[in-house]
Nanobody, 124 residues
Framework: QVQLVESGGGLVQAGGSLRLSCAASGRTFSVYGMGWFRQAPGKEREFVASVEWTGGITYYADSVKGRFTVSRDNAKNMMYLLARSLKPEDTAVYYC?????????????????WGQGTQVTVSS
C-alpha cells in the first residue's frame, strides 16, 4: 500500500505562492493517477487538481485553473502542487491522494490512499 506525506504548507499573504509536495512510499506509485484535494473549516473536502500516471494529463478545479499547477516526478515518487496568486479563499488543509486507476480523476471516491494533510493559510 502506498503511504503519502504532504509538506510545504504555511502562512502566506494574498498574491503569494507556495509549492506543496507529496512524498509517496512504495514501488507502484508511478502507475497510479494522483490528486490534490482540500478542506476548509466547515466545508466539505473538494477537488483541486489531478494528474494521470505519466504526468501528461492534468485536471483542475475551476477555482484554481490558471493559478495552480500539478506535476509529478515518478523517479522520485513525488507529486507537487505549485499554488500561485493565492487568495484567502484558498485557505484549507491540502491532501494528496492516490487513485485506484492510472488515469486522473476529479472524484474523491476514486482515491484509496490519503495523506495527513498540510495546512495552507492565506492572509488578506
Amino acid at each position: 500500500q502506498v503511504q503519502l506525506v504532504e509538506s510545504g504548507g504555511g502562512l502566506v499573504q494574498a498574491g503569494g505562492s507556495l509549492r506543496l509536495s507529496c512524498a509517496a512510499s512504495g514501488r507502484t506509485f508511478s502507475v497510479y493517477g494522483m490528486g490534490w484535494f482540500r478542506q476548509a473549516p466547515g466545508k466539505e473536502r473538494e477537488f483541486v487538481a489531478s494528474v494521470e500516471w505519466t504526468g501528461g494529463i492534468t485536471y483542475y478545479a475551476d477555482s484554481v485553473k490558471g493559478r495552480f499547477t500539478v506535476s509529478r516526478d515518478n523517479a522520485k515518487n513525488m507529486m507537487y502542487l505549485l499554488a500561485r496568486s493565492l487568495k484567502p479563499e484558498d485557505t484549507a488543509v491540502y491532501y494528496c491522494a492516490k487513485s485506484r486507476r492510472s488515469t486522473a480523476s476529479t472524484m474523491s471516491s476514486d482515491y484509496d490512499s490519503w495523506g495527513q494533510g498540510t495546512q495552507v493559510t492565506v492572509s488578506s
